[in-house]
């Protein structure tokens, strides 16, 4: 195994290795976690609208545990298949206006498994440069030919899309939302694309289920352009703070997954009580606008703050902020620095970002007060400032 300190060692020179740091909710302060004896703002999760530790879901929760047991004992094919799964399902579609659901163990599982069952050999995927990672591994799986466009750019797609137009199969992937720098995908000029040339839409509402829609169904149905997408991907474990993932489409589309796609199929079922947890965050979700509201609100001050301080704040109007220093080294410090001044915030570097490109990625909460993200801005500009982070 001395191959593999070799490559430690590398990596250490780089400022590229992780360490999983230990947290706890703090108690009695929502949007604050405990690490060792300090409590900090947590400015690195995403329960974007502050469900993850609300008493509803966690009474749901403790009565499916009592009444079905701790786990669901196979694959949903063998007997895993609970009642509450199909209720769950006929919900998700009723709130996506689609007309079937599919329920998954989590959201790349969901990727892996929706891209192998719709792409193989002869087929092309057409995938934006910064999808996540999910999606990647997805396609590489597939054994499709990747074809990578460059980060929201039509012009470069289309020339792609002509490249690949005698492929027996196109798909186009892209979030909804990126994870990484918080910018919205051009979905109206990619569903246009899709019908011009025949392909085939799946977009990854991770970052905008639940914070977009009047109902939080997302980015496509706040624009007006969920029909005119084959696939919605969506995950559970963010804005709905619980676990899980969901695909919504046609009926036909949700028969063909439970025929194709691996994870499912060979994947233990979600726990009852994880399903309870869900179908009790579905509903909050659709009702508690306030949530949603506060979180808009919250998202531009806070930009606004940091870009008045000077800072490098990546464009659009999520509640992914990013701060993008460039190397790796500073965004450690930084990173550490924040620490020092009570604020928990994800220092992200390559390869999950571009070389040269390291940032601290902030990401607001519903569960978050005006007061304390204020403070908190000016606690990142005194760290930024003492450190010589980059200006924009």
Not at 256 to 268: D, E, F, H, N
């Amino acid at each position: 195994m001395k191959w593999i300190e070799d490559e430690l060692r590398k990596l250490e020179e780089q400022s590229l290795t992780r360490s999983l740091q230990t947290n706890a909710p703090a108690p009695g302060r929502q949007g604050y976690v405990q690490r060792g004896q300090q409590t900090l703002l947590d400015l690195s999760s995403n329960d974007y609208l502050g469900l993850a530790r609300h008493p509803a879901i966690a009474a749901a929760m403790n009565r499916a545990l009592f009444a079905e047991g701790a786990g669901s004992g196979a694959s949903r094919l063998v007997a895993g298949n609970r009642p509450p799964y199909g209720r769950l399902e006929e919900a998700l579609a009723v709130w996506q206006q689609s007309e079937a659901a599919l329920v998954f163990a989590n959201g790349y599982m969901a990727n892996l498994g929706v891209i192998q069952a719709l792409a193989g050999r002869g087929d092309a995927v057409l995938s934006d440069r910064l999808n996540h990672a999910s999606i990647v591994d997805g396609i590489g799986l597939s054994r499709a030919a990747h074809a990578r466009y460059r980060h929201n750019d039509m012009e470069h797609l289309r020339q792609l899309l002509h490249k690949h137009r005698d492929a027996r199969r196109r798909l186009i992937v892209t979030d909804a939302v990126f994870s990484m720098d918080g910018d919205q995908a051009p979905l109206a000029e990619l569903v246009a694309l899709k019908q011009e040339y025949g392909a085939i839409l799946m977009v990854d509402e991770a970052h905008s289920g639940g914070v977009y829609g009047a109902r939080g169904e997302g980015l496509c149905h706040a624009l007006g352009l969920q029909s005119g997408v084959d696939v919605h991907v969506g995950t559970f474990s963010k804005a709905f703070g619980v676990y899980g993932a969901y695909v919504c489409g046609s009926r036909t589309l949700i028969r063909w997954l439970i025929q194709k796609a691996r994870p499912l199929i060979y994947s233990t079922a979600l726990p009852p009580s994880v399903i309870a947890g869900i179908a009790e965050a579905l509903s909050l979700v659709q009702t508690e606008r306030w949530r949603r509201e506060r979180l808009a609100a919250s998202s531009r001050q806070f930009r606004l703050s940091l870009h008045r301080a000077g800072l490098q704040v990546g464009p659009g109007d999520s509640p992914i902020v990013p701060v993008v220093v460039g190397d790796n080294a500073t965004a450690l410090r930084f990173r550490s620095a924040l620490e020092a001044e009570g604020i928990a915030a994800a220092a992200v570097r390559p390869p999950t970002v571009p070389d040269g490109t390291a940032r601290i990625r902030f990401s607001l909460s519903a569960a978050h007060t005006p007061e304390d993200l204020a403070d908190a801005a000016r606690r990142i500009e005194r760290a930024a400032l003492r450190l010589g982070v980059p200006a924009r």
